[in-house]
């Protein structure tokens, strides 16, 4: 996980976009211990997208396993674990899955205005 939180926020300064590390790498340690804990070890992996045109940064993780998919529940409150998806549904502005051919995506997006006119990371 540390080393998805380090890519993530590389690419996030390296676009510019320092001010969504935070929300972003929690967003992404969140999705990738949800797929690593409930899809099986067949594997995952991190990709993040950050769509220009439409001011959206989209963070995805990938696994291999399609029928079995994230659902949010109602945490029991001294639970350690549980709150994944809520968190996810707080901090980000959107967030679904997709079902693949090979598996599922997990994606969620935060609204990310370019800082000025003309200027692209």
Same mark, same amino acid.
């Given at each position: 996980?540390?080393?998805?939180?380090?890519?993530?926020?590389?690419?996030?300064?390296?676009?510019?976009?320092?001010?969504?590390?935070?929300?972003?790498?929690?967003?992404?340690?969140?999705?990738?211990?949800?797929?690593?804990?409930?899809?099986?070890?067949? /594997?995952?992996?991190?990709? %993040? *997208?950050?769509? @220009?045109?439409?001011?959206?940064?989209?963070?995805?993780? +990938? =696994?291999?396993?399609?029928?079995?998919?994230?659902?949010?529940?109602?945490?029991?409150?001294?639970?350690?674990? /549980?709150?994944?998806?809520? %968190? *996810?549904?707080? @901090?980000?502005?959107?967030?679904?899955?997709?079902?693949? +051919? =090979?598996?599922?995506?997990?994606?969620?997006?935060?609204?990310?205005?370019?800082?000025?006119?003309?200027?692209?990371?």
């Amino acid at each position: 996980m540390p080393a998805a939180r380090t890519w993530v926020r590389q690419m996030l300064k390296r676009w510019d976009l320092a001010h969504f590390v935070e929300r972003a790498e929690l967003l992404v340690s969140e999705l990738l211990t949800n797929a690593i804990t409930h899809a099986s070890a067949n /594997g995952a992996s991190v990709g %993040i *997208v950050l769509t @220009y045109g439409s001011g959206t940064l989209r963070l995805e993780v +990938r =696994d291999r396993n399609a029928s079995k998919l994230p659902v949010p529940h109602e945490p029991v409150a001294d639970a350690e674990r /549980g709150r994944g998806l809520r %968190i *996810v549904g707080v @901090y980000a502005d959107r967030w679904a899955v997709d079902i693949t +051919r =090979d598996g599922k995506t997990v994606w969620c997006e935060l609204d990310a205005p370019l800082q000025s006119e003309g200027h692209l990371p």
